[in-house]
């Protein structure tokens, strides 16, 4: 049971800012999601909830008290490291054990403890092994039993994928979301991975340059970005942003003409437009928004990722699975209207 | 190409030959040792050289019976094992802040420990004989132990840091998380990962110990406390002479006892106990 919150949170190393104008509301149970480029202020702000790092400035507060004179090792937290960490020298066992005698849980649990978190992660088998006998998956699911072996009030995730391979991974995000489920447990969770953030998340914090750019959940950070940062950090292939300009309510760029958007003329914008909200409509087609050429067509399988040259710019496209086209044709490209997004040439904020 | 190809096992052939060669090159100062200790007085200083020496233990008897061999030895080992112990008990909290805590100066505090081994050692002679004798520990091993340890500490203290240095800081966040304190962390997690650092530096300690001899010398005056590489020195001179065949046996017993600690340890020397802790 823990509610977290950040209120006006800054870190800096002399000159350098890692983190500014934090402000997170993390309900009771909620598993959030910070996202962003490396560097980005997201494992910083993770570790100062862990109490590894002092914020500059600002309030850590769970549970309505303030727990920045805390010491980490008496805030009922535990981590998961990107790098699993799991001490050498231990069996799995006993790395599983520490945060109990650590926390001189009675000596008497141990076992049944150690034992029901090695279960929740399918390693009851390895835990005579040292870490070092063990794959990376083991390891990682042996670093996420610790965590939960004694039921902390809050878990903290910082990449805990990053090291894995891509199925392994997608195997792990599941038990992850599941263990959370179970355990009711608030959680935060570090990661560049937006397929990570997306199906993991009840809500994803997106960061770049130490600063919050949007919260909201999956849904609302998808179809409703606040700026182009987050518009391009969300999905693959990223959403198109297109110079150009609207005038007489029509948006014009070389090679693009969309009528009645909607909004008067405003000069210079970004137009944005996610690949599956365009379609390649037959040549003769009368109704569509751009031609461009095909300058790349790579079928995936389930669908075909389509890149049309128009003017300077590549546009990337979800075409149908059967696709296919020689480079330098021709194509016609009709948008789905209703999902078009505006965004300030200048800020890249996004103009409603 | 129609170059000479060799097989498998002739390159192992190669390998063993040359290996071997360089194994005994190393070990011929023992070998040549052992040789000169069991021949008589009389066929160590020849002319001609003897190439199948008469093999004698008249120097192995003397040194036992005519010197307080074994009382040497003891002392050699109690000075060296108390030196390193007291060592270790500095330097591993001393490495592990100057490895682990910001703070100013940490930087010129490691560097001014390491300067302690640039300088002369005869510098200081003097003046630590002169502390000792006001401390009445003159010809005493307590001294030897003392003198052995302040001589060790820095390069003791700085290859612990070095290893210390190289464990993932992510390992600590790890037990501070898990509710571990400060020192927990470097009893059950660091100590624990950088044990082969710290037997090497225990190991090249107790090398720099058994052949230190200047302030040996100064310290100890009577058999109370000489040690192996003092007693040494008590061959070369006096109404018999030099006794070469005495000193070789002295020397390879000086050996000995580093030898056999070396090879028990053998496996701790190298590293690799941190793998597996991060990635793989």
Redo the contacts between chains.
């Keep these: 049971m823990a509610r977290i919150q950040l209120k006006g949170i800054q870190k800096r190393w002399g000159a350098f800012w890692g983190v500014r104008d934090v402000e997170i509301d993390i309900a009771d149970e909620e598993f959030l999601v910070l996202l962003g480029p490396s560097g980005c202020g997201k494992t910083t702000t993770m ?1 100062m909830i ?3 790092e002092d914020p500059s400035e600002g309030e850590i507060i769970v549970d309505g008290e303030v727990m920045n004179e805390v010491d ?4 009922d ?3 998961v ?9 231990m069996s799995i066992y006993e790395n599983i054990r ?2 109990l005698r ?2 001189n849980v009675p000596k008497e649990q141990h076992d049944e403890l150690v034992r029901r978190a090695a279960s929740m992660v399918e390693l009851t088998e390895y835990l005579d092994r ?7 998956g083991q ?1 990682q699911r042996a670093a996420l039993a ?1 965590a939960i072996v004694r039921e902390p009030q809050v878990f ?1 995730m910082d990449e805990p994928l990053s ?1 894995l391979d891509a199925k392994l991974r997608q195997a792990m995000r599941v038990q992850i979301k599941h263990i959370q489920r179970e355990l009711k447990i608030t959680t935060v969770y570090v990661t560049h991975d937006q397929i990570e953030a997306m199906t993991l998340a009840d809500r994803i914090v997106i960061m770049q340059g130490g600063a919050i750019q949007q919260i909201g959940t999956p849904d609302e950070i998808y179809t409703d970005p606040a700026n182009t940062f987050v518009a391009s950090f969300i999905g693959a292939p990223p959403m198109n942003l297109i110079d150009g300009e609207i005038k007489d309510g029509s948006f014009v760029s070389d090679g693009i003409k969309i009528p009645n958007v909607g909004m008067q003329s405003l000069g210079k914008i970004k137009l944005g437009i996610r690949p599956e909200d365009c379609a390649v409509v037959s040549s003769d087609a009368s109704h569509h928004h751009m031609t461009g050429e095909v300058y790349g067509v790579e079928p995936t399988g389930d669908m075909t990722f389509l890149t049309l040259k128009v003017g300077d710019m590549n546009v990337e496209i979800k075409a149908d699975r059967d696709y296919r086209s020689d480079l330098g044709v021709s194509e016609k490209v009709a948008f789905d209207t209703s999902r078009l997004y505006f965004f300030d040439a200048e800020s890249g904020l996004r103009v409603r | 190409m129609a170059s000479v190809r060799r097989t498998k096992s002739e390159n192992l052939y190669i390998r063993y030959l040359i290996l071997g060669s360089w194994a005994l090159f190393c070990l011929m100062p023992v070998l040549w040792f052992l040789s000169i200790g069991f021949r008589p007085r009389t066929e160590i200083i020849t002319a001609q050289p003897v190439y199948f020496p008469t093999f004698s233990m008249d120097a192995w008897h003397m040194i036992w019976s005519d010197w307080p061999m074994a009382k040497y030895l003891r002392n050699s080992v109690a000075a060296i094992f108390g030196s390193v112990v007291i060592d270790l008990v500095l330097a591993i909290p001393a490495a592990y802040s100057l490895s682990r805590y910001e703070y100013r100066g940490r930087e010129d505090i490691g560097f001014y420990i390491l300067s302690t081994r640039m300088m002369a050692p005869a510098i200081v002679a003097i003046p630590i004989f002169f502390l000792f004798r006001n401390m009445g520990l003159l010809d005493t091993i307590w001294a030897l132990m003392l003198v052995y340890a302040a001589i060790n500490l820095s390069i003791v203290t700085w290859i612990i840091r070095s290893y210390m240095t190289d464990i ?1 800081k ?2 600590e ?9 400060d020192l ?1 962390i470097l009893w ?2 660091i100590i ?2 950088v ?1 082969p650092g710290i037997i090497t530096a225990a190991v090249i300690a107790m090398i720099f110990a058994i052949n230190e001899f200047l302030f040996t010398l100064l310290i100890a005056s009577t058999p109370d406390a000489y040690t192996m590489s003092v007693a040494l020195a008590n061959f070369t001179g006096g109404s018999d002479g030099l006794i070469y065949n005495a000193i070789a046996l002295v020397a390879f017993l000086a050996f000995v006892p580093v030898f056999l600690v070396v090879v028990a340890i053998q496996k701790h020397l190298s590293r690799g ?8």
């Design positions: 570790r862990a109490g590894l980490a090792r008496d805030r937290v535990a981590m490291f990107q790098g699993y960490a799991l001490y050498p020298n520490f945060p650590m926390r040292k870490p070092g006998a063990l794959s990376g390891r610790r903290l090291n | 993932p992510e390992l966040d790890a037990a501070r998380t898990d509710g571990a304190s927990r059950e997690i624990p990962a044990l106990l941190t793998m597996g802790a991060v990635k793989g």
